[in-house]
């Protein structure tokens, strides 16, 4: 089941994709969120999946989240290209890829965009707000270097890449 | 950890590589790098190349092939961010000083790649390009917080694809960024693209351009965002999201409760 956690993960955060997307000015995009975190509890391969509510006019899905050919699932951390399910709205279709190598995620990609009338459309690339604490994390803690507004010669000496090239 | 560290083009350079000391020629190859460009394009010495394109004095047309690339390059960024980036600052005087360093770090990273090293970083200034890794683990780099340069606001690792990161802010120079409208909603403006002068250029632009910029230029190019707004809030693009969102364990995999 650990497979099944990882997907899970996989798709709430496919799922904060397309909540950016929808914040983009794409019409409605909200039941495609709902759509794709309910195809999140579904075990990879099993092809069986219910896409979850779609939108009024959908005309449904067509297969659950299965793993590329490529994937392996040894040890208990999923690797490889993991595609969503094709989810019909009343406002066009949408897919999400995505793919994890030893459980951490790489890449998500929208392979799959289209308006109502079948015209592939592009997903933007939308930056949304992200709160303060989500990223104050240990992530953080421990730098190589340090990235800001540029400093000046005289600026650098009170800089935290000073520190860090002091300490180094 | 071997370091070196200068000064050029008003700032200063540090350059990390996993393991012994960079020989000495090869130190003096990646100064030259940033001081030939400084002694060029500075806007601070009146001397420099452009300076006398500036006044008048030589006309761009005849000027030195790599002014001429530079200049060309710029011109094509500021025709790609409709202006945004611009190769003049907003009294009208030429300014390259947006690319120029990008440009230098750009060199000084193809030396290196040259060389044969597989593992570095080039931070210039708070602009930064890596190769391969620290010691088997992707380099990391902590963005500053505006509000507090003291502190990091959060952390970025530098993965294949993405080996650029540039910060664009109120600088404490203060000339590299301008608006139209004299006014951005950005205090802060880092960008993670595949080279460092699209992350220096687009960070520069969306700094001045705003909203409408950074969404172009995030639909248009392939990079990540992460922006401060001047109250104090923070944007990003959903594959930077998910790296500053998702907690690996220690092995690396995600955690088991979703």
């Known amino acids: 089941m650990r497979t099944r956690a990882v997907l899970g993960g996989v798709f709430s955060s496919a799922a904060i994709l397309i909540g950016a997307w929808s914040l983009s000015g794409a019409p409605k995009a909200v039941h495609v969120a709902a759509a794709a975190t309910t195809t999140g509890t579904?075990?990879?391969?099993?092809?069986?999946?219910?896409?979850?509510?779609?939108?009024?006019?959908?005309?449904?899905?067509?297969?659950?989240?299965?793993?590329?050919?490529?994937?392996?699932?040894?040890a208990g951390k999923a690797s490889g290209t993991y595609t969503g399910s094709v989810v019909s709205t009343q406002y066009g279709n949408v897919q999400v890829q995505v793919t994890l190598s030893q459980g951490k995620i790489t890449d998500v990609t929208a392979l799959q965009l289209t308006d109502r009338e079948g015209r592939s459309v592009q997903i933007s690339n939308y930056a949304a707000p992200i709160l303060r604490q989500e990223v104050l994390t240990a992530q953080s803690a421990s730098v190589d270097t340090v990235s800001g507004a540029t400093y000046t010669s005289e600026g650098y000496l009170t800089s935290l890449q000073a520190a860090l090239d002091q300490a180094g | 950890m071997a370091r070196l560290v200068f000064t050029s083009m008003g700032t200063v350079i540090s350059?990390?590589?996993?393991?012994?000391?960079?020989?000495?020629?090869?130190?003096?190859?990646?100064r030259e790098e940033f001081t030939s460009r400084d002694a060029?394009?500075?806007?601070?010495?009146?001397?420099?190349?452009?300076?006398?394109?500036?006044?008048?004095?030589?006309?761009?047309l005849t000027a030195g092939p790599e002014f001429r690339a530079t200049l060309h390059r710029a011109l094509g960024w500021e025709e790609a961010t409709a202006g945004a980036f611009s190769v003049r600052s907003p009294d009208g005087i030429l300014d390259l000083a947006g690319i120029v360093k990008a440009e230098?770090?750009?060199?000084?990273?193809?030396?290196?790649?040259?060389?044969?090293?597989?593992?570095?970083?080039?931070?210039?200034?708070?602009?930064?390009?890596?190769?391969g890794h620290n010691y088997g683990a992707p380099w990391k780099v902590g963005i500053v917080d505006p509000e507090d340069r003291?502190?990091?606001?959060?952390?970025?690792?530098?993965?294949?694809?993405?080996?650029?990161?540039?910060?664009?802010?109120?600088?404490?120079?203060?000339?590299?960024?301008?608006?139209?409208?004299?006014?951005?909603p950005f205090s802060q403006v880092s960008v993670l693209a595949p080279d460092i002068v699209t992350a220096d250029v687009l960070a520069?632009?969306?700094?001045?351009?705003?909203?409408?910029?950074?969404?172009?230029?995030?639909?248009?190019?392939?990079?990540?965002?992460?922006?401060?707004?001047?109250?104090?809030?923070?944007?990003?693009t959903p594959r930077l999201r998910l790296q500053l969102q998702v907690k690996p364990t220690h092995d690396g995999a995600l955690p088991t409760s979703a």
């Open chain 1, 42 to 74: 579904t075990t990879p391969g099993s092809g069986t999946a219910s896409s979850g509510t779609s939108g009024s006019a959908g005309s449904g899905s067509t297969g659950g989240a299965s793993p590329a050919p490529s994937s392996t699932a040894s």
């Open chain 2, 15 to 30: 350059v990390l590589r996993p393991g012994p000391e960079l020989p000495a020629s090869l130190e003096r190859a990646v």
């Open chain 2, 40 to 60: 060029r394009f500075s806007s601070y010495r009146a001397d420099s190349e452009l300076s006398r394109v500036a006044r008048g004095d030589l006309s761009s």
């Open chain 2, 104 to 131: 230098a770090i750009e060199g000084a990273g193809n030396i290196l790649k040259q060389t044969g090293l597989h593992d570095w970083l080039l931070n210039a200034g708070g602009d930064v390009l890596v190769g």
């Open chain 2, 150 to 184: 003291s502190k990091v606001l959060a952390g970025i690792e530098l993965l294949p694809g993405q080996r650029a990161l540039a910060t664009s802010g109120v600088s404490e120079r203060g000339s590299h960024i301008w608006s139209a409208s004299g006014r951005t």
């Open chain 2, 204 to 236: 520069t632009a969306i700094m001045a351009g705003g909203h409408r910029t950074l969404e172009a230029a995030c639909s248009r190019w392939d990079i990540d965002a992460l922006c401060v707004t001047v109250t104090g809030e923070l944007l990003t």
